[in-house]
């Protein structure tokens, strides 16, 4: 038995078609997060939306998709503009929510 589709989901469906059959990148198309890690000291978020939690310990990130929790020791967000942060310091894991 076919359970019928949300219409929201139905959406999301035919972006992902559209992107892919117009070759473009789903960070672009979709507004999808892009994570740079550098090592363990440094994180790159790209198309975050907010800042959800911010301590020496825990930086959490919300995103189109979800949320990305990245949690260590001396955490710092080195700089933020509207769809690009910088998180510094010993970076121990990085976790999707």
């Known amino acids: 038995m076919a359970f019928p589709m949300s219409r929201e989901y139905e959406k999301e469906i035919l972006k992902h078609k559209m992107a892919?059959?117009?070759n473009l990148p789903k960070d672009l198309a979709l507004g999808l997060p892009v994570?740079?890690?550098?090592?363990?000291?440094e994180a790159?978020?790209?198309?975050?939306?907010?800042?959800?939690?911010?301590?020496d310990s825990l930086v959490r990130v919300q995103t189109k998709c979800g949320q990305i929790r990245f949690t260590g020791k001396h955490l710092q967000i080195e700089y933020y503009m509207n769809d690009e942060m910088k998180i510094t310091g010993r970076i121990t894991?990085?976790?999707?929510v």
């Open 93 to 96: 894991a990085m976790e999707y």
């Open 35 to 41: 994570v740079h890690v550098t090592g363990r000291s």
């Open 20 to 22: 892919e059959a117009a």
């Open 44 to 55: 790159c978020v790209e198309n975050y939306r907010g800042i959800l939690e911010y301590t």
